[in-house]
């Protein structure tokens, strides 16, 4: 794995684990369990901060596919396996999460932050 690829890789697990906290811990103050006097639930509180979070998510997320060469004259972008079933179920999950609200778009953020995660991770164990 290029140097480049591991940048964005782990740039984009840092993006999708903030989406993934943020919208527990929303999930856990909904519930009662915390205070939603936190300074993450409050940031991300506003859909400015929200959408830039997401957008920068799947965009890392969509350049963390590209297999670059030594030179970078050449780009590949993977289409196929777990790891690309990933990017379109978290990305599909994280986009549908802007047109339902409450509770259920935290749920689609969760779902969708988590499948970035773990696409991410995975290209990062297991470099190709």
């Known amino acids: 794995m290029r140097n480049a690829s591991i940048v964005l890789n782990l740039a984009g697990l840092t993006a ?6 943020h919208c527990v811990l929303v999930i856990l103050a909904f ?24 957008i ?3 965009t890392l997320a969509t350049l963390s596919l590209f297999k670059f060469n030594a030179q970078l004259k050449k780009l590949k972008f993977e289409f196929k ?4 079933a990933s990017f379109i179920t978290g990305t599909s999950l994280l986009i ?28 990062l164990i297991k470099p190709q």
């Open 16 to 21: 999708s684990f903030f989406c993934f906290l």
């Open 31 to 54: 519930m009662e369990i915390l205070n939603s006097n936190l300074l993450i639930i409050e940031v991300f509180e506003n859909p400015n901060n929200h959408a830039a979070l997401v």
């Open 56 to 58: 920068s998510g799947i």
């Open 81 to 84: 396996g777990i790891v690309f």
């Open 96 to 123: 549908g999460s802007f047109y339902v609200y409450g509770i259920y778009s935290e749920i689609l953020v969760i779902l969708g932050a988590f499948s970035l995660l773990s696409m991410h991770a995975l290209k």
